[in-house]
């Protein structure tokens, strides 16, 4: 299962956290200045492949719900028209959708990273283990070697 990170580097989880929610409301300021003709949907992404990469799957799945609701609050607050009440909603469920889909992908690739990295510290430790049995058994054939050379020596 994906597990959060506890502690990367100096940060913590409380810091992703925090520069995760600052991202969707830095990228949801610029999107409501440039108006709602021009969408700024896909630089949420930011912050919820953040969301999902270091805090976890859950909070990247809250962090989508947050930003499709700060795009759909910030199409309104710029003055979005639209003809019917459905299409916001019919648009911030793609979306929604859309960021559901990247948090898992994500959500699966960190897994499989993690997965991965066991694997090779568990092939890394095996082979070390077989490295040092062999120069166990190189010494051990040395010495044997050495025995039998002074012992057909002194014959």
């Given at each position: 299962m994906?597990?959060?990170?506890k502690k990367t580097g100096v940060h913590s989880r409380p810091a992703f956290t925090t520069v995760a929610l600052l991202i969707i409301a830095v990228v949801g300021m610029v999107d409501y200045l440039t108006g709602?003709?021009?969408s700024f949907s896909v630089f949420y992404l930011l912050g919820v492949a953040?969301?999902?990469w270091f805090v976890g799957k859950g909070f990247g799945s809250l962090v989508s719900v947050f930003s499709v609701a700060v795009w759909v609050a910030g199409g309104f607050a710029?003055?979005?028209r639209v003809s019917s009440p459905l299409i916001p909603i019919w648009n911030a469920v793609i979306?929604?959708?859309?960021?559901l889909v990247v948090v898992w992908l994500l959500a699966r690739l960190r897994l499989f990273h993690q997965?991965?990295?066991a694997l090779v510290r568990q092939r890394t430790a095996a082979l070390t283990e077989?490295?040092?049995e062999r120069e166990r058994l190189e010494r051990e054939l040395l010495e044997i070697s050495e025995r039998e050379q002074r012992r057909i020596g002194q014959d």
């Open positions: 994906l597990g959060p990170v709602h003709e021009i953040l969301a999902v710029s003055g979005a979306l929604l959708a859309f960021y997965q991965l990295e077989e490295m040092a």
